[in-house]
């Protein structure tokens, strides 16, 4: 599986973005998908995840409501939309995926996205 995040930038604190992860080479409904992030100088950590079908999703405390994670099957496409951001938000965000993880919030997913920026200013 190929994937291909986008959709990051440099927002205000207080503001929105919606990362797209758009998944190719196999059929992207088969897959968890999982996204996790990595700030300067911190080791990368899980953000949310989401079942094959949607139905079932996960997310990190520190996600407080603010982040909601969904997919479009017919589309091969994630995403996770983010609101209320933070300066802590700033980081580096990976989309993976995996046809059954052992650990939604482990990065042991087997195929991984080169990562969008985000970076959110006080």
């Known amino acids: 599986v190929q994937l291909q995040a986008s959709g990051g930038g440099l927002v205000q604190a207080g503001g929105s973005l919606r990362l797209s992860c758009a998944a190719s080479?196999?059929?992207?409904?088969?897959?968890?998908m999982g996204w996790f992030r990595q700030a300067p100088g911190k080791e990368r950590e899980f953000v949310a995840a989401?079942?094959?079908?949607?139905?079932?999703?996960y997310y990190a405390d520190f996600v407080k409501g603010r982040f909601t994670i969904s997919r479009d099957n017919a589309k091969n496409t994630g995403y996770l939309q983010m609101n209320s951001l933070e300066p802590e938000d700033t980081a580096v965000y990976y989309c993976?995926?995996?046809?059954?993880?052992?650990?939604?919030?482990?990065?042991?997913?087997?195929?991984w996205g080169q990562g969008t920026q985000v970076t959110v200013s006080s």
């Open positions: 080479g196999r059929t992207f409904s088969r897959y968890y």
């Open positions: 993976a995926v995996d046809p059954a993880p052992s650990n939604v919030r482990r990065d042991e997913y087997d195929y």
């Open positions: 989401i079942s094959w079908d949607g139905g079932v999703t």
